[in-house]
């Protein structure tokens, strides 16, 4: 199955900075690549997504960019805000030629955005 | 449109019982999937089924069990609860269709054993 490394594992930044998490994955055949927030006691859900035919998606502050190549993906926080801290998971394809949509997930970062 | 509901939210048993955890989407999803997420191992895939009457394993499904009688429900039934079950326990569901889709998760178990 697919393997899905992220870091890093905690990042704290200064309010208004940039915030950049990384994923690895190790399935060339991987074509979707979401990222999730969970904030604090609360459920996962999807803030971005992107699929292998494109190289970069932006929504407002978050971006996310893809390197098939490298088999790499990034999501993009510009401008971090307070309401930005929670933790972010990234996801991919656990047998991506296979019709049943199990998803990897990496570890996780929490991030915290200072005052 | 409820989304995903799971239910409970909160649970202690002790070692050696057996619970079902309850989990129901309304949105005529056909996949579904149960979730562990323990500090600092992101979320591990329990069982999953990709429509009524199919399930299969996911990476850790020693001591759980589901089934999926319906398109709706996707219970997971924990057969005799150890300590290292305890565990925030997540549904989720998703459509299938040509590609992989947004996953949506229910609000999730905290499950405690003792």
């Known amino acids: 199955g697919e393997n899905v490394e992220q870091h890093p594992s905690t990042l704290s930044v200064q309010e208004g900075d940039s915030a950049v998490i990384k994923c690895t994955y190790s399935?060339?055949?991987?074509?979707?690549f979401p990222w999730y927030k969970q904030e604090l006691g609360k459920r996962p859900q999807l803030i971005i997504d992107i699929r292998s035919n494109v190289g970069e998606k932006k929504d407002q502050r978050i971006a996310v960019t893809l390197n098939k190549t490298a088999k790499h993906f990034s999501l993009h926080i510009t401008e971090t805000q307070p309401e930005d801290s929670a933790v972010y998971f990234c996801a991919a394809p656990d047998d991506p030629l296979s019709n049943d949509y199990k998803l990897s997930f990496g570890a996780g970062t929490t991030v915290t955005v200072r005052a | 449109n409820a989304g995903v509901t799971q239910t409970p939210k909160f649970q202690v048993l002790k070692t050696g019982q057996s619970m079902t955890l309850q989990c129901a989407q309304d949105m005529n999803h056909e996949y579904m999937s149960w979730y562990r997420q323990d500090p600092g191992m992101g979320l591990r895939l329990i069982h999953y089924?990709?429509?009524?009457?199919?399930?299969d394993q996911g990476e850790v499904p020693n001591g759980y069990n589901v089934s999926r009688s319906t398109t709706e429900d996707f219970p997971l039934r924990l057969l005799s609860a150890a300590p290292s079950q305890t565990s925030v326990y997540f549904c989720?569901?998703?459509?299938?269709?040509?590609?992989?889709?947004?996953?949506?998760f229910g609000q999730g178990t905290r499950l405690t054993v003792v």
């Open positions: 089924s990709v429509g009524a009457g199919i399930t």
């Open positions: 399935d060339s055949a991987s074509n979707y």
């Open positions: 989720a569901s998703s459509l299938r269709g040509r590609e992989v889709t947004e996953a949506f």
